[in-house]
């Protein structure tokens, strides 16, 4: 990169630096002159001493990030620190390369590159990564999830521990097993599910197969009938949705092994990679099939390791014979049981056998395999018999926590994750004694558990901590109960078919006017304003257009909710019980002494979905199909999709928020005209340099004053009942999240008065551009922002008993609540 470049990266390289050991070459000057590696401390371990080198914390060192390139390239390391701890350092790369070596393996990375680049000759080498025994126990300790992409499914992800970065993964199934199967499901659980970037690699299947797959198994549609074309409604939703996954798909004629090997490295950011399929029987037209597959396999370990990245490929064969010639470092063998409803997979390494195994579930008419749970694995390898050792409580326990202790569930505090593991290790060895060692802390644990997600997943395992609580109490943790409830086969399975999306929280009825003298009908307000418009509202577009123009395109990531802390800062979540004796989650924020004295100062914002309401640009009637657009028309709303634009601050998080973390293929983003508006003003103030290009929109006469009237019943009623409190207060709240909520009802089944999702999006980012805005005034004016959530919710770092003047303290609309803590405290606010 060049210093521009990297100064702008400066955080996520580092973080690569420290947690992916992977070093970048930053040059400087008109003659690229000036060489320096950003790079591990392993390079330099006398960085580590942070006072024995020139250092400098994260914030200083990008502002004068130039400066700290020419000293470091002229033989004076710099030290990056994040707080007082040293994370990266900067060496002069001319030096590091005259010093050391380049690594004489042709395939192999040079140590410590960053190796997800294709292979420069004229780049600086650098000398071998040694990590201490230290360096790898404390990695071991502190890591509470497997590192790897994952399969999705909890039985297996348990057995692999997910897919090894660096390492080949053979996954071999006899033809019609449904080996390709597993290929597509860990595809699915990184792109579609993590957000991170695949390329899929499809000799055997062609794009159209895997995107039918793919829709066949998110949305429980039958394979047969998608390869027919015949999609539902939904089905072409979801379709659309995929659309921004980052998913690639390389299914070119002649692809060979080392075809992928000269593709791969391209891709940035690259999380796996999967190559579907090799195939034992000889094929003129596949490459990758019959005696040339040993010396494929051979290129795809050199791939894996040279960048760094799990490598899976899926073989037809479970032949002993072929499998040893390919040599992979993990084997995960698919074998059909005599019960057609189950197929066992064993997991095996190279040099060390069998390490695992679980049952799936085969769902082929989905195109997915399901869970059906653990497998036993005895010394060789074999299946064994069902474990006697521990209670129906400690069994029930250890099967409750798989999703989270094998990495599908993400959620629990890494102490706890490995007390669960091991007592699924002590069950499934039959070891009594670490049973027993595993008695205290799981006995803590269940007396005061952490916050866990509403979902099937989530519930199981509070219940299974609940009753090895009760038990422990009673003293019988440790003796078979019978009266204990079992697990059943499907407990905590998603059923087969279409999954019920709840996630507006809306239930049958809502959608009913309120009765009169309810203490505030605001669906019937919110009705009346929309009808009373001059503009003639198209409340409710059409189930049958729903599939196509610009509906599809229109997601929740449209809010642009900032959720961004500060860079310097540690956010921690903490278990708390509230008075009620609810047991939730609450945020703690570690503040470096460098900001000085202070306190925190909690700034709740008062109704800003409704404020959102009372000026809010909208497109009354249909989108129009407007195209790329040359500036951006004032007097027309909808949505636009744009170029990110680039925001060098690091005191604000993105004018965007969390839209920037799902841009396509290109790097763009849909967003609604609030955000439009925005970066207009902000080139128009100067802290953006351009507008960002509009490549597409879909736009309509634009109104400001369609929701006024329900802003303005809002605010009043508010100032009647808030002075109350109480139910009608409650009551008020209640109603008032329904009918907006009803703009944009997520299931097909929820009937609603609306059906506007542009809308309503545009609302929610209307409160997010107002929010954030606010809070930029106050940063301009010399306040510290920690932390900046939601719509609603601000922390800045002032002076005890002085909120920032640039918010209006009170119980109105516009107005906020503040609030101060001392350093430590946890912030009384949070998700529960």
Same mark, same amino acid.
């Given at each position: 990169?060049?210093a521009?470049?990297?100064?702008?990266?400066l955080y996520?390289?580092?973080?690569?630096a420290?947690?992916?050991g992977?070093?970048?070459?930053?040059?400087?000057?008109? +003659?690229r002159?000036?060489?320096v590696l950003? !790079?591990?401390?392993?390079?330099l371990?006398?960085?580590?001493?942070?006072?024995? #080198?020139p250092?400098h914390v994260l914030s200083a060192?990008? $502002?004068?990030?130039?400066?700290?390139?020419?000293r470091?390239?002229q033989g004076?390391p710099?030290?990056?620190?994040r707080?007082?701890?040293p994370?990266a350092v900067?060496?002069?790369?001319?030096a590091?390369?005259?010093?050391?070596?380049?690594?004489?393996?042709?395939?192999?990375?040079?140590?410590?590159?960053a190796?997800?680049?294709?292979r420069?000759?004229?780049?600086?080498s650098?000398?071998?990564?040694l990590?201490?025994?230290?360096?790898?126990?404390g990695a071991?300790?502190? %890591?509470g999830?497997?590192?790897?992409?994952?399969?999705?499914?909890?039985?297996?992800?348990?057995?692999?521990g997910?897919?090894?970065?660096g390492r080949?993964?053979?996954?071999a199934a006899?033809?019609?097993?449904?080996?390709?199967?597993?290929?597509?499901?860990?595809?699915?659980?990184?792109a579609?599910?993590? &957000?991170?970037?695949?390329?899929?690699?499809?000799s055997?299947?062609?794009?159209?197969?895997?995107?039918?797959?793919?829709?066949?198994a998110?949305?429980?549609g039958? *394979?047969?009938?998608?390869?027919?074309?015949?999609?539902t409604?939904?089905?072409q939703q979801?379709?659309?949705?995929l659309?921004?996954?980052p998913l690639?798909i390389d299914d070119?004629s002649d692809?060979?092994a080392?075809?992928?090997?000269?593709?791969?490295?391209?891709v +940035?950011?690259?999380?796996l990679?999967?190559?579907?399929?090799l195939?034992a029987?000889h094929?003129?037209?596949?490459?990758?099939?019959?005696?040339?597959?040993?010396?494929? %396999?051979q290129?795809?370990?050199? #791939?894996?390791?040279t960048?760094?990245v799990p490598v899976?490929?899926?073989?037809?064969?479970?032949?002993?014979?072929?499998?040893?010639l390919?040599?992979?470092d993990?084997l995960?063998? #698919?074998?059909p049981?005599?019960?057609?409803?189950?197929?066992q997979? =064993?997991?095996?390494?190279?040099?060390?056998g /069998?390490?695992?195994? /679980?049952?799936?579930r085969?769902?082929?008419?989905?195109?997915?395999?399901l869970?059906?749970?653990?497998?036993?694995?005895?010394?060789?390898?074999v299946?064994?018999?069902?474990?006697?050792?521990?209670s129906?409580v400690?069994?029930?326990?250890a099967?409750?926590a798989?999703?989270?202790?094998?990495?599908?569930?993400? &959620?629990?505090?890494?102490?706890l994750?490995?007390v669960?593991?091991?007592?699924?290790t002590?069950l499934?060895?039959?070891?009594?004694?670490?049973?027993?060692?595993?008695e @205290?802390?799981?006995?803590?644990?269940?007396a005061?558990p952490?916050?866990?997600p509403? =979902?099937?997943?989530g519930?199981?395992?509070?219940?299974?901590l609940?009753a *090895?609580?009760?038990?422990?109490?009673?003293?019988?943790?440790?003796?078979?109960?019978?009266?204990?409830?079992?697990?059943? !086969?499907?407990r905590?399975?998603?059923p087969?078919g279409?999954?019920e999306?709840?996630?507006d &929280?809306?239930?049958?009825?809502?959608?009913?006017?309120?009765?009169?003298g309810?203490?505030?009908?605001?669906?019937?307000?919110? $009705?009346?304003?929309?009808?009373? %418009? $001059?503009?003639?509202?198209i409340?409710?577009?059409?189930?049958e257009?729903?599939d196509n123009?610009?509906w599809?395109?229109?997601s929740?990531?449209?809010?642009?909710e900032p959720?961004?802390?500060?860079?310097?800062?540690?956010?921690t979540?903490?278990?708390?019980?509230?008075?009620?004796?609810?047991?939730v989650?609450?945020d703690?924020l570690e503040?470096?002494g460098?900001?000085?004295?202070?306190?925190?100062?909690?700034?709740?914002?008062?109704?800003?979905? @409704?404020?959102?309401?009372?000026a809010?640009?909208?497109?009354?009637?249909?989108?129009?199909?407007?195209? @790329?657009?040359?500036?951006f028309d004032k007097t027309? /709303?909808?949505?636009?999709?744009?170029?990110?634009?680039?925001?060098?601050r690091t005191?604000?998080?993105?004018?965007?928020g969390?839209?920037?973390?799902r841009?396509?293929?290109?790097g763009?983003?849909w967003?609604?005209?609030?955000?439009?508006k925005q970066?207009?003003?902000l080139?128009?103030e100067?802290?953006l340099?351009?507008a960002?290009a509009?490549?597409?929109?879909?736009?309509g $006469?634009?109104?400001e004053s369609l929701?006024?009237?329900?802003?303005?019943?809002t605010?009043?009623?508010?100032?009647?009942l808030v002075? !109350? &409190?109480?139910e009608p207060?409650?009551?008020?709240k209640?109603?008032?999240?329904?009918?907006?909520?009803?703009?944009w009802? +997520?299931?097909e089944?929820?009937?609603s008065p609306?059906?506007?999702?542009?809308?309503?999006?545009?609302?929610? !980012?209307?409160?997010?551009?107002?929010?954030? %805005?606010?809070a930029?005034?106050?940063?301009?004016?010399?306040?510290?922002?920690?932390a900046?959530?939601n719509?609603d919710? /601000?922390v800045?770092?002032?002076?005890?008993?002085?909120?920032p003047s640039?918010?209006?303290?009170?119980t109105?609309?516009?107005?906020?609540?503040? +609030?101060?803590?001392?350093?430590?405290?946890?912030i009384?606010?949070?998700?529960d």
């Open positions: 990169m060049n521009t470049e990297a100064r702008n990266a996520a390289l580092v973080k690569r420290e947690e992916d992977r070093t970048t070459l930053i040059c400087k000057g008109q +003659k002159q000036d060489r950003l !790079a591990p401390l392993d390079l371990p006398a960085a580590r001493k942070a006072e024995v #080198l250092s060192a990008q $502002k004068d990030f130039g400066d700290l390139v020419t470091a390239a004076q710099q030290v990056l620190l707080n007082t701890t994370v900067l060496l002069p790369a001319d590091v390369s005259a010093a050391h070596s380049s690594d004489p393996v042709t395939d192999a990375a040079p140590a410590g590159g190796v997800n680049s294709p420069n000759p004229e780049r600086a650098a000398p071998r990564r990590a201490t025994l230290g360096d790898a126990i071991v300790l502190t %890591s999830q497997a590192a790897g992409p994952l399969f999705g499914l909890s039985g297996l992800d348990a057995a692999t997910g897919l090894p970065s080949l993964t053979l996954v006899a033809p019609n097993v449904g080996g390709s199967l597993l290929g597509l499901a860990a595809a699915r659980q990184t579609l599910v993590d &957000g991170r970037k695949v390329l899929y690699a499809a055997g299947p062609n794009r159209a197969d895997i995107m039918r797959r793919i829709l066949a998110e949305t429980g039958d *394979y047969p009938r998608l390869k027919q074309g015949r999609l409604a939904r089905e979801v379709a659309q949705q659309v921004q996954a690639l070119g692809l060979t080392d075809a992928i090997a000269e593709t791969a490295p391209h +940035k950011d690259l999380a990679v999967v190559v579907d399929r195939q029987a094929s003129a037209r596949l490459p990758l099939s019959g005696d040339r597959l040993p010396d494929a %396999s290129v795809l370990a050199s #791939l894996a390791r960048l760094h899976l490929a899926i073989v037809d064969s479970d032949d002993p014979a072929l499998l040893g390919l040599d992979a993990v995960v063998t #698919l074998a049981k005599e019960d057609s409803s189950k197929v997979v =064993t997991v095996a390494e190279r040099d060390f /069998a390490i695992g195994s /679980a049952y799936l085969p769902d082929l008419l989905h195109a997915r395999f869970d059906a749970g653990v497998a036993p694995v005895d010394r060789a390898g299946e064994g018999t069902a474990r006697s050792l521990g129906a400690e069994q029930e326990l099967e409750a798989l999703p989270y202790t094998s990495g599908a569930q993400q &959620g629990l505090p890494a102490p994750t490995h669960l593991a091991a007592l699924r002590a499934t060895n039959a070891d009594p004694e670490a049973l027993a060692e595993l @205290p802390p799981l006995a803590e644990a269940a005061a952490p916050h866990l509403d =979902t099937a997943e519930r199981r395992l509070a219940a299974a609940q *090895y609580g009760t038990a422990a109490s009673a003293g019988t943790s440790g003796q078979p109960d019978a009266a204990a409830a079992q697990p059943t !086969a499907d905590g399975q998603v087969d279409d999954e999306d709840d996630r &929280g809306l239930v049958p009825g809502d959608e009913e006017d309120e009765p009169e309810s203490v505030f009908p605001a669906l019937r307000i919110l $009705k009346d304003a929309i009808a009373r %418009s $001059k503009m003639h509202p409340p409710v577009i059409r189930t257009e729903r123009g610009p599809p395109l229109i929740e990531d449209m809010d642009g959720r961004w802390v500060h860079p310097d800062i540690t956010l979540r903490v278990p708390h019980i509230k008075a009620n004796g609810k047991r989650r609450r703690q503040v470096p460098s900001f000085g004295e202070g306190v925190l100062c909690l700034i709740d914002r008062n109704g800003s979905y @409704p404020s959102a309401c009372s809010v640009p909208l497109a009354p009637n249909n989108l129009l199909h407007t195209g @790329p657009l040359d500036t027309q /709303a909808g949505i636009y999709l744009i170029d990110i634009p680039q925001w060098n005191d604000m998080p993105h004018p965007l969390r839209i920037i973390e841009p396509d293929d290109q763009r983003v967003v609604t005209t609030p955000h439009i970066l207009e003003k080139v128009r100067g802290h340099p351009v960002p509009i490549h597409d929109s879909w736009t $006469k634009a109104n929701f006024k009237p329900f802003y303005e019943a605010r009043k009623a508010r100032t009647e002075q !109350a &409190g109480g207060y409650k009551a008020y209640t109603r008032l999240s329904i009918a907006l909520r009803l703009l009802p +997520k299931r089944e929820q009937r609306f059906w506007r999702p542009d809308w309503r999006m545009s609302m929610v !980012a209307e409160a997010s551009v107002r929010h954030w %805005s606010v930029f005034k106050a940063v301009q004016e010399g306040h510290t922002l920690l900046l959530r719509v919710a /601000a800045f770092w002032t002076p005890d008993g002085t909120p640039t918010y209006r303290i009170g109105g609309f516009g107005q906020v609540k503040a +609030k101060f803590i001392q350093p430590g405290q946890i009384p606010e949070g998700d």
